[in-house]
């Protein structure tokens, strides 16, 4: 027998209370069009909020110490203006079908200067009898200016908790060099309130003993490093047994360098499959590594071992202790077999024998010498290069001297090649470089900025500086750890000029400087990167102008609307004008809540 179907009860029509048109029965006894004139929705969301953001840093206030860095017109902004924004979250027990849901948001363009942000939000809701009312409305933000705690410590004398001293006992400041080049690369010092520079090293004060000890562990990956660490009792409350501390930690590096000339321990040498005991210092990272410039071995030197066994350079790679020289041959040496385990396929084939001759020798006497070495593939006829000249050099270790004597092997140790006009010999070669590096802000301390003192000390450094840039143009594992710019005026120039040197992929020679190594970007007149030295989170923003719109850390010449568009959130232009509020609507359902659909809000 087939089941018998029932017809679904029909709720009876009614007169409207207040037009008296017919309509189905309802809770309110009112039909929808005068129910929509009746109720409104929005009641109970604040149309007026307040935004607090710090004129230094540009990061907006989210909850107690709690501050986000966001751009205008973006996704993150929209998300922190709907979170402060009362109303929109319903009360705890309040039932579902009471509930107020956010299905559309979307920027209106207001004045740069007036401080304000506008959202216009459109709700929906369950109103009685069932019916959904739709409707739109107009939020304000305002905006007043706060300083958060990061930038509250950075401008009090003595507000930090953590301080890292970083030293290296040597006569030059290239390593720290390379060491300022990478922490920008990686955000290193991200956190610290502020960098202050001192002859033999750097200090880096920090506000949360958390943020320096990364920045340690950040070294130690970094060069080899030793670390000591101390702390001062600052105040303690009896009553509730906490201490206020202030911790200080001090953070050596190995004093050995990229180049310097080295006489290992015979246990380390033996340790490194017996690598010659006349080493080169090829590159300083996590490890040391170091090079055997006769035979083209290699080797690994750990922080650990170092500071087990202690020693000191035999030659550090000084500008007065390098000599240039000049290439008059280059003939390929060829070897049976492999001298040694770490001496590979590929290490042999760079050997060469190289003619050299002094410089200064020149066209005044026919003196050269045939050493070998392992930057020979690099080198060819008319090439300049720097090296160590062992018999005119005075050395402080009678073993190594012995050792030396004994054997004419290695009298000239080959260390770098020169590139550019530094090779030619031109007196503005450093202005020639089609490159450039991006440099922290930091302070000097007080005992540099002082007469003599400081002049001295600003030509020592300019020295260092201009020896760095010497090793990154000969290096390019090293400059895979750093980033290189291109400097786009002295490319125009050289272009206009037809000097630019093209990249050819046949060129032997790895190490030179190629043009599609080098980022674009780099807009000097910005100043330093402060974002590495005290500005949370924030990569070089601009100086704060108060004459400005929002301190002018924003570039309003971009055209309006064009991160809502990218974030996929709507944009009402200047010309179009918005109610304050709309009538609410009758819709047959519930739309796709904003903060869920991930076509228009969705984080990444």
Not at 73 to 83: A, K, Y
Not at 171 to 197: C, D, M, P
Not at 436 to 459: I, M, S
Not at 578 to 598: H, I, L, R, S, Y
Request: include cysteine; aromatic fraction near 6%; hydrophobic fraction near 35%.
């Amino acid at each position: 027998m087939a089941p018998v179907e029932h017809a679904q009860p029909q709720m009876p029509m009614i007169l409207c209370c207040l037009c008296g048109v017919p309509c189905q029965h309802n809770a309110s006894a009112t039909c929808t069009s005068c129910l929509s004139q009746q109720a409104d929705i929005t009641y109970g969301i604040t149309t007026e909020v307040t935004l607090h953001q710090c004129r230094s840093c540009q990061r907006w206030h989210k909850e107690e110490n709690k501050w986000l860095g966001c751009d205008l017109e973006s996704r993150e902004l929209m998300g922190l203006c709907l979170e402060k924004t009362a109303g929109l979250k319903p009360k705890r027990g309040t039932k579902e079908e009471h509930k107020v849901k956010l299905t559309d948001a979307s920027w209106i363009w207001t004045e740069p200067h007036s401080m304000r942000l506008k959202c216009k939000l459109t709700v929906q809701k369950e109103v009685d009898g069932g019916v959904i009312l739709q409707q739109s409305f107009v939020v304000e933000y305002i905006v007043r200016n706060q300083q958060c705690p990061g930038c509250q410590a950075s401008f009090t004398q003595g507000a930090w908790k953590h301080l890292v001293q970083v030293r290296q006992r040597v006569n030059h400041k290239r390593t720290f060099l390379y060491l300022e080049q990478v922490i920008i690369k990686k955000g290193g010092a991200k956190g610290a309130l502020s960098i202050e520079v001192f002859r033999d090293g750097m200090d880096f004060y920090f506000a949360e003993r958390g943020k320096g000890e990364r920045f340690i562990n950040f070294l130690e990956d970094e060069v080899p490093i030793t670390v000591k660490k101390s702390k001062k009792l600052i105040g303690t409350d009896v009553k509730s047994n906490i201490s206020n501390y202030k911790f200080t930690s001090l953070v050596e590096i190995a004093p050995l360098c990229k180049d310097d000339l080295l006489y290992l321990p015979k246990s380390l040498a033996k340790s490194q499959s017996s690598i010659s005991r006349l080493v080169l210092v090829k590159n300083i990272g996590e490890v040391m590594q170091i090079v055997d410039p006769a035979t083209g071995q290699s080797g690994v030197i750990s922080g650990d071992a170092f500071w087990r066994d202690q020693f000191r350079p035999l030659i550090t790679a000084a500008r007065s202790r390098l000599k240039r020289y000049v290439v008059l041959d280059q003939s390929p040496v060829v070897e049976e077999r492999n001298q040694a385990k770490r001496q590979t396929a590929k290490q042999r084939r760079r050997l060469a024998e190289l003619t050299l001759m002094k410089e200064d020798d020149m066209g005044v006497r026919d003196d050269h010498v045939t050493v070998r070495s392992h930057l020979g593939y690099l080198c060819k006829a008319g090439d300049v290069v720097l090296a160590y000249c062992l018999q005119d050099t005075n050395l402080v270790d009678d073993e190594a001297r012995a050792a030396l004597d004994k054997s004419t092997a290695l009298d000239i140790v080959v260390v770098r090649k020169l590139y550019g006009g530094v090779a030619t010999g031109e007196v503005d070669a450093a202005k020639q470089r089609i490159w450039k590096l991006q440099r922290l802000d930091v302070e000097v301390a007080e005992d540099l900025k002082k007469g003599k003192a400081r002049e001295k000390e600003q030509e020592k450094m300019d020295e260092d500086e201009e020896d760095f840039l010497r090793e990154l143009e000969a290096d390019r594992e090293m400059r895979d750890r750093v980033n290189l710019y291109k400097h786009e005026e002295v490319i125009k120039k050289k272009e206009q000029a037809g000097d630019l040197e093209a990249d050819d992929d046949a060129d032997v020679d790895d190490q030179k400087i190629r043009l599609d190594e080098l980022l674009d970007g780099l807009a000097l007149d910005q100043g330093p990167d402060v974002g590495a030295a005290g500005q949370q989170d924030q990569d070089m923003q601009p100086q704060f102008d108060e004459d400005q719109p929002y301190g002018g850390q924003y570039d309003f010449s971009v055209e309006e609307g064009a991160r809502a568009r990218q974030d996929g959130i709507g944009f009402i232009d200047r010309d179009t004008k918005v109610e304050q509020k709309t009538v609410a609507v009758p819709v047959q359902q519930f739309g796709t809540e904003f903060m869920k659909d991930p076509a228009k809000f969705k984080f990444t």
